[in-house]
């Protein structure tokens, strides 16, 4: 019988002392986590809760290679993110928009090329479901308001960005190097993205934006449908200044995109 593992992410601030004195406060980042993670216990997962001050780079990336040595062809990993995210140069020249998306984790921000070489651990045949609720995170704040919007979103402010990318420069350039190596198909993987990659994601009073239509969406597992169907549902319910995006690699079959989402 397939076996299923979550990792859930939530971030409601960061270490100013790692960001230059920003601490990106946001409101509903843990909220998601928590019930992300019900939602996936629900569904039968072994689920893993990480939280803001738990939620550096070394645990997550601790949490996903744990899940890499259990799961193995056949089974699930479901992995969500909910804060800050980020851009920032990408050196290598494999962006389209020249700019790495990053999730803004507690210590430091993490490449989407890392979280790609994670989840290129996992055996063959292990399905893998991200949902991202943060800026930025179409392939994948000190509160600045969207457009349209009274929400702070969950942006890491550009001119922190810029700060931070040049206060480690050499770090994160000997990373982009290192990660040009690994690059590949992997496993197959299915991205629920809270927005495109030039689109900030809404944070919120009990859950972010992205999350809160995921949950009413989903209707604790009443809905029918594949993946493509969850998006499209989803997608019904976001306004215009924030288009959730669909996102695959690793070539997942018609089999895994037809499943209803969360199927072990």
Not at 218 to 246: C, T, V
């Amino acid at each position: 019988m397939p076996a299923g593992l979550s990792i859930h992410v939530g971030l409601n601030r960061v270490d100013p002392r790692r960001y230059g004195g920003w601490d990106g406060q946001l409101v509903a980042c843990e909220n998601d986590a928590r019930d992300m993670a019900a939602l996936a216990r629900a569904a039968g997962f072994d689920d893993t809760v990480i939280l803001t001050k738990e939620a550096t780079a070394d645990n997550i990336t601790d949490a996903l290679r744990t899940a890499a040595g259990k799961l193995g062809s056949g089974d699930i990993l479901l992995f969500t993110y909910s804060g800050h995210g980020g851009q920032m140069p990408d050196t290598e020249g494999d962006e389209p928009d020249e700019l790495d998306e990053t999730l803004v984790f507690f210590d430091r921000q993490f490449l989407d090329d890392e979280l790609h070489r994670e989840f290129g651990r996992f055996d063959d045949g292990v399905r893998v479901v991200s949902l991202l609720d943060c800026c930025h995170s179409g392939s994948a704040i000190e509160a600045v308001e969207a457009a349209g919007t009274q929400a702070a979103v969950r942006l890491m402010p550009v001119v922190e960005q810029q700060q931070d990318y040049e206060r480690n420069r050499q770090f994160f350039r000997e990373l982009q190097s290192e990660l040009r190596g690994t690059k590949g198909d992997g496993v197959p993987a299915v991205l629920i993205a809270a927005c495109q990659d030039d689109q900030v994601a809404s944070d919120g009073r009990i859950n972010g934006l992205f999350t809160e239509k995921l949950l009413r969406v989903w209707n604790q597992g009443a809905f029918s449908g594949g993946y493509a169907d969850f998006h499209r549902e989803i997608k019904k319910h976001m306004p215009a200044n924030q288009i959730p995006n669909l996102y695959t690699t690793g070539n997942p079959g018609a089999e895994f995109l037809g499943q209803k989402p969360f199927t072990i």
